[in-house]
């Protein structure tokens, strides 16, 4: 006669139990402990949506509630969802947290620290009012990557544009560049009080953080007596190597 297949009392308490008030987390393979209440405690949530009645996650091989997700900054949201404690560092990479599981009084609190006040209030705020500037930096380090086999540098022509009154130069501007046209990628105009190297400095910085490095300065044109002289080019190079 076979014996009823029992689970040892060491599996049983380490498997994942919904009616258990302690929880154990496995967030991308980083390990964690915590209660019920603790990730309910804003109800909505993703956590609290995620443990509400009967949790929607799958268990590792040990029984623990696993989230696939890099769990490096896990540790700091849970600490504020225990005592309202904020993190001093990576205060980036911890609001990114805060956005992907919506805890909506971590985002706020985070958002006003200096660290993220500046680049949110200011800088993102200054680019949301360039045309199409996000797609700009994308169509910047394709072109760069494309012309990358066999060489060290990948240099493109930027224009900038700063206003209404530079846009009507810019066939006359175009016209007089003898470089390859079609690859010039155009910024602008923008309505906000920044200048030039402003935006130049942010197109810079959105592409070092993705792990490019570049440099930029600008692109002199070469002019006969006559012609007018135009200052909306400049050199975006790309180092490989």
């Known amino acids: ?18 009616n258990s008030p302690v929880v154990q987390l496995n967030v991308g393979g980083h390990l964690f402990s915590t209660s019920l209440s603790t990730l309910r405690k804003h109800p909505d949530s993703m956590l609290a949506e995620l443990f509400s009645r009967q949790p929607k996650l799958r268990s590792d091989a040990e ?12 540790g700091a949201v ?3 969802l225990r005592s309202d404690r904020l993190p001093t560092e990576n205060i980036q990479e911890v609001h990114r947290e805060a956005v992907y599981y919506n805890i909506k009084p971590l985002i706020k609190v985070l958002e006003e620290t200096p660290q993220l006040f500046g680049e949110l209030v200011g800088r993102q705020q200054f680019l949301s009012g360039v045309p199409h500037y996000k797609e700009n930096i994308e169509v910047l ?25 530079d846009l009507g ?3 006359n501007a175009i016209n007089s560049l003898e470089a390859d046209k079609e690859s010039v990628v155009t910024f602008g105009p923008w309505k906000a009080v920044l200048s030039v190297k402003d935006l130049l400095d942010c197109v810079k910085m959105d592409i070092e953080s993705q792990g490019y ?3 930029i300065r600008p692109h002199i044109l070469e002019r006969s007596f006559l012609s007018r002289s135009y200052d909306f080019f400049h050199k975006l190079t790309f180092t490989w190597w």
Request: aromatic share 10%; with cysteine.
């Open 78 to 80: 849970l600490d504020f």
């Open 213 to 215: 490095r570049v440099s």
């Open 63 to 74: 029984g623990r509630y696993f989230i696939d997700r890099d769990g490096s900054h896990f």
């Open 1 to 18: 006669m076979s014996l009823p297949d029992y689970k040892s009392p060491e599996k049983q308490s380490s498997a994942a139990n919904p």
């Open 169 to 171: 130069f810019y066939d």
């Open 141 to 165: 380090i394709r072109i760069a990557r494309a012309e990358a086999i066999a060489a060290r540098h990948s240099t493109i022509i930027i224009c900038v544009l700063r206003t209404e009154e």
